[in-house]
């Protein structure tokens, strides 16, 4: 097991000697037209910006063998630039054999119980009453095809960008949209949670994840969702007599569940069910993302992390204590 601590536990001006996984890896040009290595390493807490800056010619070579999920021994110091942790690199070289380091050392994974949430994910189909859409969801969440989902993430970087990431997404998704039934008698459950369980099951296939996460050619020349439309197509073809209108209800939903054309949608939301688990998903998904801003990019001695681009803003972490239910109700006795 790797023994080394870990980056995100560092502070400006702490020495690194670390193995690293390799996100990215570019020769670039300064203004001067100076050669320079530019990359992102990372270990399962954080990723860091990384600049080679001198005797590039030497390492140049080195960069043909370095690919996104190569390992690499670096030391250096950690510095900070315009508010984000950087190391500045003294010497770097291809992780060995007898290292004995591989990618699964550095890639973040669920904190979630892995059997608890297939478990529970395969509880759920069973309640799905309609017997069309019950099939569907076994066929389709069975044996080597659940097995990838299970431990695919939700995304590369943003929201749910951790091994077993699309199931975790996808349980809370699933439970956000069960409340919204609850409330509002008028939904279809059975169809909304279907759509849940499936909108981004292209995911499987849109992102590799054995080592860095990375899109596909299929991902991206395609991508997940129409990836998700076509398997399920496919799947409804293969159950005799299902419904016309709810296969494109369903397709509906994985189709408009990004909510807008310019996030990719082919179609924005058109029914309560579509816009529910639209909102169902930007409310997961944002709500894990900035968790995770706020555990990686708090600037040193700050409640503050640097500007998020993705967000729009700086993220705010506040010390308000967490009080246990019970407690509430004694505050009011």
Known sequence: M?????????????????????KKCDLRLTKQNKEYLSLELADKTLSVQSNLWDDVKNFYNLKTNIATGSIVRVKGQLDEYQGAPQIKITEIRLAKEEDNVTPLDFIPRSSRDLNEMKNEFIARIKKVSNSYLNKLLKNIFSNERFEKYSAAPAGKQWHHSYISGLIEHTLEIIKICDLMCDIHSELN???????????????????????????????????????ASIIVSDEIKKIKDFPEDLKINLLHLILSHQ???????PVVPKTLEAITLYQADELSAKVNAYKLTLQSEIKQNSKWTKFINLAGTDLYSHELENFPESENKTLFD
């Open 2 to 22: 790797l023994n080394q601590s870990e980056l995100a536990s560092l502070s400006k001006g702490d020495s690194v000697d670390h193995f690293l996984l390799v």
């Open 259 to 265: 909510g807008k054309l310019e996030h990719a949608s």
């Open 189 to 227: 459950r059975d169809l909304l949670i279907s759509g849940a369980m499936l909108h981004d099951f292209g995911k499987i296939e849109e992102l590799s994840f054995d080592s860095a996460f990375e899109y596909t050619d299929k991902g991206k020349l395609i991508g997940h969702i129409v990836i």
